[in-house]
């Protein structure tokens, strides 16, 4: 999608941008422009977040491996020391064996770094892993109640999907789950306990809002953040 921001997406079918596609009707980014203005909801160029994760390896320049450090108890330089400042981040194979020390995963070229989203908007994340070693997973925690968020993934290594694939958190209601299967079961002369007790067990909810994505995946998913606060993402 040529698209990459709302702005650059045209507002009508044909319409001329700075980045022309060979069918704008069909653009990814012109069809959330125009899913957003029919329903209402905010969405302009500050809500889309690229999200860059590369798996790097560091190496401290003043700490070289020898048998007195081997690579399963690395033995790390003090806090503020000066070999803790002289690190080196190179690529696979030059930090692989033996002198990696650590595997930080950094996102857009930062180790942790603050994004800020805006409640009620949609936020679209376009995800990108870029690793030759490591998955990277992409995960959302409301930090007040340690709860996870869903998500809506809308591509996948730039193919658009047909329909949104919804990542759920697995919220389901356990009572009335509980109250339909004992009630089938009944009426099937199955009174016993413990079939009633396996069945409600397997309705478990599961949480499947994570993504686990392989090196040179890319995925992009959109939400709202129904409540202002803070998120981890991780």
Same mark, same amino acid.
């Given at each position: =999608?040529?698209?990459?921001?709302?702005?650059?997406?045209?507002?009508?079918?044909?319409?001329? &941008?700075?980045? #022309?596609?060979? @069918?704008?009707? &069909?653009?990814?980014?012109?069809?959330?422009?125009?899913?957003? =203005?029919?329903?209402?909801?905010?969405? =302009?160029?500050?809500?889309?977040?690229?999200?860059?994760?590369?798996?790097?390896?560091?190496?401290?320049?003043?700490?070289?491996?020898?048998?007195?450090? #081997?690579?399963?108890?690395?033995?790390? !330089?003090?806090?503020?020391? !000066?070999?803790?400042?002289?690190?080196?981040?190179?690529?696979?194979?030059?930090? *692989?064996? !033996?002198?990696?020390?650590?595997?930080?995963?950094?996102?857009?070229? *930062?180790? %942790?770094?603050?994004?800020?989203?805006?409640?009620?908007?949609?936020?679209?994340?376009?995800?990108?892993?870029?690793?030759?070693?490591?998955?990277?997973?992409?995960?959302?925690?409301?930090?007040?109640?340690?709860?996870?968020?869903?998500?809506?993934?809308? /591509?996948?290594?730039?193919?658009?999907?047909?329909? !949104?694939?919804?990542?759920?958190?697995? /919220?389901?209601?356990?009572?009335?789950?509980?109250?339909? &299967?004992?009630?089938?079961?009944?009426?099937?002369?199955?009174?016993?306990?413990?079939?009633?007790?396996?069945?409600?067990?397997?309705? *478990?909810?599961?949480?499947?809002?994570?993504?686990?994505?392989?090196?040179?995946?890319?995925? =992009?998913?959109?939400? %709202?953040?129904?409540?202002?606060? @803070?998120? &981890?993402? /991780?």
């Amino acid at each position: =999608d040529n698209y990459v921001l709302p702005s650059q997406a045209p507002s009508a079918p044909g319409a001329t &941008t700075k980045e #022309p596609a060979t @069918n704008p009707a &069909t653009s990814l980014m012109y069809n959330l422009v125009q899913m957003t =203005d029919e329903y209402g909801i905010p969405f =302009d160029d500050s809500d889309v977040f690229p999200f860059i994760i590369y798996n790097s390896m560091w190496k401290f320049r003043g700490q070289e491996y020898d048998v007195s450090n #081997p690579t399963d108890k690395q033995e790390f !330089p003090a806090v503020n020391s !000066p070999d803790s400042a002289e690190v080196e981040v190179n690529g696979f194979l030059q930090n *692989e064996i !033996p002198t990696t020390q650590v595997n930080p995963f950094l996102v857009n070229q *930062e180790y %942790q770094p603050t994004l800020t989203a805006t409640a009620g908007h949609l936020s679209m994340f376009r995800i990108l892993c870029i690793s030759t070693q490591y998955l990277c997973g992409f995960q959302i925690t409301e930090d007040s109640t340690g709860k996870n968020v869903g998500y809506y993934v809308i /591509s996948s290594d730039g193919i658009t999907f047909s329909q !949104p694939a919804y990542f759920s958190t697995g /919220s389901i209601s356990l009572k009335r789950k509980t109250i339909e &299967t004992a009630a089938a079961m009944f009426a099937h002369g199955k009174d016993k306990l413990q079939e009633l007790v396996e069945a409600v067990e397997g309705l *478990e909810p599961q949480d499947n809002a994570y993504l686990s994505l392989g090196g040179g995946m890319r995925q =992009d998913v959109i939400l %709202q953040f129904e409540v202002a606060g @803070n998120y &981890t993402i /991780s």
